[in-house]
């Protein structure tokens, strides 16, 4: 068996590998359904169960790709052995991604189950690669990390066998979901792996421009569909131009630090890591959201203009809040920059309740964040 053995962290020029980005970009598939199953159950008028179902399905996509992630900064070998577990991943999400539109219309998790079990045992055959190349501490680590995993994945089984409709379901997924999350917390107890901080901040930051890339994707597709049946033009025009706006900004708000000079831990890693479920899953709803506004601006949409208006902003302010926690709070100077993301997501919110306009003022809220950011950013430095 070819050699795996732990890459550098000092390694200079690391960069994601081609088949890094297909693998990305297979996971996209996977968003998609969710999204559109989340539009589907709020402009239907279920709203709470829809967000519980997409908080839950995008748990699944968002932890299979941060262990994929995580594994391949500190073991990535790009040979043929490793290649050819990678496409299984890529076709348990696929087989996942399959299963979404059950798991939210009937809870019928089976198939869904099926292809993260495919994902996860696949990633376990790669700890058991690492620990059978390495030895010492290393080989603890890879070990305690595949009978964890394994583990787990026996948990997801047996969830199929409780009760669909009832509670019992809903408490074996969160300890389930607790159970997953702190494998990692016990595998690197007492050696972290050798991850790579460069690495790992653009991987975050490339699925965050692909997550933000279907937002704009399925929006785009929304407008399109609108316009062809109603040529509703001025209802759109709106809405159009506030989702640019705030897709833009985000994007601009995310890549306005270098986050890698933040990790030098994993105390900070794992907080960070684990924080980018919110900053994926709201990114992915804004496209939702955009959706829902649209459909709603249309008369397709059973709620009302302010549900629908929120769709938007939420997310929308859940993702400035998140990627100040997480990013950029850490490289702020003064009271003047920590306070301009939470005001502007306080002052996002607030525009739910600006009618067929809402989505608009969002964007020009979002839009004069950055204007001030940047403004704030070219301040010279004050030295006493």
């Not at 003064?334 to 306080?346: G, K, T, Y």
Request: hydrophobic content about 55%; glycine content about 8%.
């Amino acid at each position: 068996m070819p050699g795996m053995t732990a890459r550098s962290r000092a390694e200079r020029h690391r960069a994601s590998t081609p088949l890094e980005l297909f693998f990305d970009l297979c996971f996209v598939v996977a968003v998609a359904q969710a999204g559109g199953r989340l539009l589907h159950a709020v402009a239907e008028g279920h709203t709470v169960t829809g967000i519980v179902s997409y908080a839950a399905v995008f748990f699944a996509i968002w932890w299979a790709w941060v262990n994929f992630t995580w594994f391949a900064s500190a073991y990535d070998t790009d040979d043929t052995l490793y290649r050819v577990v990678t496409f299984v991943q890529i076709t348990g999400v696929l087989i996942f991604a399959a299963g979404v539109p059950r798991a939210f219309d009937a809870g019928d998790w089976t198939v869904g189950v099926v292809g993260y079990v495919v994902m996860r045992l696949a990633l376990t055959s790669q700890w058991l690669r690492a620990a059978y190349c390495t030895r010492g501490a290393e080989r603890r680590v890879a070990l305690r990390y595949a009978v964890g995993i394994s583990v787990v994945q026996l948990g997801w089984i047996g969830m199929l066998l409780t009760d669909d409709t009832g509670a019992a379901r809903a408490a074996v997924f969160v300890v389930l979901v607790l159970a997953e999350m702190s494998v990692p917390a016990i595998a690197e107890r007492d050696r972290p792996t050798s991850w790579h901080p460069h690495h790992i901040g653009e991987r975050y930051g490339l699925f965050t421009i692909i997550v933000l890339g279907e937002t704009i994707a399925a929006a785009t597709v929304a407008v399109q569909e609108a316009l062809d049946e109603h040529q509703a033009f001025g209802e759109l025009l709106p809405i159009a131009a506030g989702g640019l706006l705030i897709v833009f900004s985000a994007w601009w708000i995310y890549f306005a630090v270098p986050i890698h000079d933040y990790l030098r831990g994993s105390r900070e890693a794992f907080v960070w890591g684990y924080g980018h479920y919110l900053i994926f899953g709201s990114a992915a709803a804004i496209g939702s959201g955009l959706e829902v506004a649209v459909e709603e601006a249309v008369g397709k949409a059973h709620v009302s203009d302010t549900v629908a208006a929120a769709a938007v902003t939420v997310p929308s302010a859940l993702f400035l809040l998140t990627v100040w926690a997480l990013h950029t709070r850490h490289f702020k100077r003064d009271l003047a920059e920590q306070l301009s993301l939470p005001v502007a997501a306080l002052a996002i919110l607030a525009c739910t309740f600006a009618g067929e306009w809402a989505v608009l003022a969002a964007g020009l809220v979002a839009a004069a964040t950055v204007t001030v950011g940047v403004t704030l950013s070219r301040r010279p430095t004050v030295t006493g």
